[in-house]
């Protein structure tokens, strides 16, 4: 199939392209300023701004298949403002699906996110949810993933956690107790993959996470010792940390504000994990500790 992976260029895109690749698919990476030599040989780049219309409607003529990746971190405070989330992931996604519909693309595939909700509690989970409800809309045949957090080689959220627990003491909100349920980019990119080659997937919203429940301490143990350190974790109060982060929220250039807080206190798990759609079980998705080659911290 001819496909084109809005926001290839990025974390999971570069997996997802080289994925497809592999399995025969003619593929192409949209992004505002794709570097070709961060993609895998074969595939091809287009350049667009997916909240500029008229800068990337043309990237669409002619494939079977559109992703929409593009991606604004809901790790930091956007430096153009919250707002940036509606913008980029709301926004966006109504462009590519209004120039998949202009081209006569049959297939969109949408990445949202764990917990994706229109009347959520930060503006990247409202953002998500929005676009979501666009892209159910639609005329065109659609699936939306929505994963846990993603790591693998070029993951945010690894080097997220080192920076905000430096070696041997480390104070994080409510000691790190918020659950996250990491799922490795390649076993990602390979549902996602397998999404578009069969109809079954058509009309699904699929809630995906990784084979085990981890608390952010505990990711930030694992990720300390595979580097030959340990980290103890000193727990600031939740109400702490939210007098710090919605007083960092007036203070432009500060890295995280009030919606990074509210982040921090929602479990970002699945209970309904539906890996089994693509004849998955757990045992069968790499661990955070296996990709560090760890072994698993004791509970936090
Ligand atoms: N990584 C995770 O842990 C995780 C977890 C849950 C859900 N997700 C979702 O998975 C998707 C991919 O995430 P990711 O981690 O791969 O993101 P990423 O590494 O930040 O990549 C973002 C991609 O979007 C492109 N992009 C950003 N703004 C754009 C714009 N205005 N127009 C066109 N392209 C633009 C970037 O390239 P340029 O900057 O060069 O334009 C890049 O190719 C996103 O929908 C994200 O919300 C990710």
């Not at 003529?61 to 790790?75: F, H, K, M, Q, T």
């Not at 909700?117 to 159910?136: F, N, Q």
């Not at 957090?149 to 690894?158: A, Q």
């Not at 970002?268 to 539906?274: I, K, L, M, V, W």
């Amino acid at each position: 199939m001819n496909v084109l992976v809005a926001g290839g260029t990025g974390f999971v895109g570069q997996h997802l392209c080289r994925e497809l690749a592999d399995r025969g698919h003619s593929v192409t990476a949209l992004a505002r300023d794709p570097d070709p030599t961060d993609l895998p040989a074969g595939v091809d780049t287009a350049m667009g701004d997916v909240t500029a219309y008229d800068s990337m409607e043309a990237a669409f003529e002619g494939r079977d298949v559109v992703y929409n990746l593009v991606a604004l971190s809901p790790l930091f405070k956007p430096s153009g403002g919250d707002e940036m989330h509606d913008r980029i992931h709301r926004g966006g996604t109504e462009n590519c699906l209004r120039a998949a519909a202009e081209h006569g693309v049959d297939r969109f595939v949408q990445m949202s996110a764990l917990g994706a909700d229109p009347d959520g509690d930060t503006h990247y989970i409202r953002a998500k949810g929005r676009a979501e409800e666009l892209v159910r809309e639609t005329d065109q045949d659609w699936t939306i993933f929505r994963p846990s957090v993603v790591f693998g080689e070029g993951s945010e959220f690894l080097s997220f956690t080192r920076k905000l627990t430096p070696p041997v003491l480390a104070p994080l909100p409510g000691g790190g107790k918020t659950k996250f349920q990491p799922i490795h980019v390649d076993d990602l990119a390979g549902m996602l993959a397998d999404s578009i080659e069969d109809d079954a997937h058509t009309g699904e919203t699929y809630e995906i996470g990784g084979p085990d429940v981890l608390r952010l301490a505990d990711v930030a143990k694992l990720a300390r010792k595979a580097e030959g350190h340990s980290v103890r974790i000193v727990s600031i109060p939740m109400g702490l940390a939210k007098v710090g982060l919605t007083v960092a929220d007036a203070i432009p250039g500060a890295p995280m504000g009030s919606d990074q807080y509210r982040s921090l206190q929602v479990e970002n798990t699945t209970s309904t994990n539906d890996i089994d759609a693509f004849g998955l079980e757990p045992g069968e998705l790499t661990t955070l500790a296996d990709y560090l080659g760890v072994s698993s911290p004791p509970r936090s």
